[in-house]
């Protein structure tokens, strides 16, 4: 019945008799009692009084219509946000869905050349297939992804890496950021340096390997990031960084490849809140992290001693 009542009241033309009705009956009451001063006393006093409840009843009338028309504009805001998210989802998906796609076309070319520079040379270079600078395109169109997702045009506030992890044959364990969506010149330290000992170390990522962490780690802001994080030099400032992703890069083998990692800064938010960010990472960041996989088995493959050939 409340329900039915509510229907009634938010209808337009129950609204437009209460608005124009109440002013109308209110002026004709004024009207009257101007126009007829014989009026007997206790009739005038009657029409008085029926004024001032006529103009309460229209107050009333006009803070609830107020009332529901903030509460749809708030409703048709929120449905606005959603449906512009939605719409980003999206075209983020159809553009991931296109990398993919022109990333294996060419990486099919390559393979092809591949064979056919073998078959020529019965040499193999390193330089054939260059897993590096395909992590590096990988990292890249990752961080493109992100600015569509996000749907702001700058991206600089975005970094994207891959940090590669093996062991030598005495068991020895090596880390080294090997691929970043920057250019080589404002690319971190840890791009810089050549690999390192994993025990001597003191990046977050590290410490993921170190711990054999097998899922998603995100940090939704900088508080976050400052429990976790830690100073790698003087230098550092770690209040900059605003959101964290970690995705260890395992092979079919489950043999661990490296972590997989997007760091923000500068309050740029790709979502609010952490059950959202590790959704956006399952959904969005995961399979730029198994074109890492693909990658890396590629070259494997690639690189199995074939016969006769001999590696320069």
Not at 26 to 54: D, H, Q
């Amino acid at each position: 019945m409340e329900v039915e009542k509510q229907k009634i009241i938010q209808k337009g033309w129950f609204k437009n008799l209460i608005l124009i009705g109440f002013p109308a009956t209110i002026s004709a009451i004024g009207v009257i009692i101007t126009l007829v001063p014989t009026l007997p006393e206790t009739i005038k006093n009657t029409l008085i009084i029926l004024i001032i409840f006529s103009i309460f009843i229209h107050i009333w009338f006009v803070m609830f219509f107020s009332k529901q028309e903030e509460k749809i504009f708030g409703e048709n805001k929120k449905l606005t946000t959603i449906l512009a998210h939605l719409e980003n989802k999206l075209i983020t998906s159809r553009f991931t869905i296109t990398i993919i796609s022109e990333f294996t076309e060419n990486w099919a070319k390559n393979i092809n050349s591949f064979s056919h520079k073998i078959s020529a040379n019965q040499k193999i270079s390193d330089t054939y297939w260059d897993k590096i600078k395909y992590f590096d395109s990988i990292c890249i169109q990752c961080k493109n992804m992100i600015k569509k997702y996000c749907n702001d045009e700058d991206n600089s506030k975005i970094s994207v890496g891959f940090v590669i992890y093996k062991e030598d044959e005495h068991g020895e364990k090596y880390i080294h950021m090997v691929a970043h969506s920057n250019p080589e010149s404002t690319r971190p330290r840890a791009c810089k340096r050549k690999e390192e000992k994993l025990s001597e170390s003191i990046y977050h990522y590290a410490d993921l390997i170190k711990e054999e962490h097998a899922g998603i780690e995100v940090a939704v802001n900088n508080e976050e990031i400052l429990r976790i994080f830690r100073n790698t030099s003087r230098t550092t400032d770690l209040s900059k960084y605003t959101q964290y992703i970690a995705i260890p890069v395992y092979c079919s083998s489950n043999k661990l490849l490296g972590i997989f990692q997007i760091v923000t800064k500068y309050n740029y938010t790709i979502e609010k809140n952490k059950i959202e960010l590790i959704k956006f990472a399952e959904e969005n960041i995961i399979p730029f992290s198994n074109l890492i996989v693909l990658v890396d088995k590629i070259g494997k493959g690639l690189y199995t001693n074939p016969g006769e050939v001999e590696r320069e």
